[in-house]
């Protein structure tokens, strides 16, 4: 059986990938390299994060159709696997409504909300409304373990989403 060809594309470094507000088509698995994520603010630039090998990046684009909400850099020379907007959004279509339905409030999170570490840089680490409604319905790690899944990928993209809400999340008050 021949191997179907996989869309590959390099990127020197320094490369911008794309902008924040771009109109997204497709996704990136980094196969080799390193991105750095750069969100605007009020208060301007903020690194997100820095991401690497086999990570995944560009997909919230493709999920929820709205325009980019960082523009991605390459930090080294780097090369990615093109994942295409229609393969991920026939996976989202298939999940259960329950899924579904905190999949859709995990990514409107992400959306509207810097990581946690990212928002004590800039002086905005209290909890908010936002983030109080959002540890309502993200999944905990025993609840994800339990969880059947009938698509690996969408596996991966639910676990991915679950650990950003994560990473935005300021540290759980105590009761």
């Known amino acids: 059986m021949a191997e179907k060809f996989v869309p590959r594309v390099k990127f020197k470094r320094g490369k911008r990938i794309f902008n924040q507000g771009d109109v997204g088509d497709r996704a990136y698995l980094i196969e080799q390299g390193q991105v750095a994520i750069i969100q605007e603010s009020s208060h301007g630039p903020v690194m997100v994060e820095t991401i690497g090998n086999r990570t ?40 259960p409504e329950h899924l579904r339905f ?61 650990d950003y809400t994560h990473r935005r999340l300021p540290p759980a008050p105590r009761s």
Not at 72 to 87: R, S
């Open 56 to 95: 995944i990046f560009g997909e919230m684009a493709l999920i929820d159709g709205a325009p980019r909400m960082a523009t991605a850099v390459a930090t080294d020379d780097t090369i990615c696997i093109v994942i295409k907007g229609e393969h991920l959004t026939k996976k989202l279509t298939g999940l």
């Open 102 to 162: 905190s999949f859709e409030a995990m990514m409107d999170y992400v959306r509207r909300t810097l990581p946690f570490e990212a928002r004590k840089r800039i002086g905005a680490a209290a909890e908010t409304k936002q983030d109080t409604r959002i540890r309502k319905h993200l999944p905990s790690t025993a609840e994800l373990s339990k969880l059947k899944w009938a698509d690996p990928t969408m596996k991966v993209v639910f676990e991915m989403m679950c």
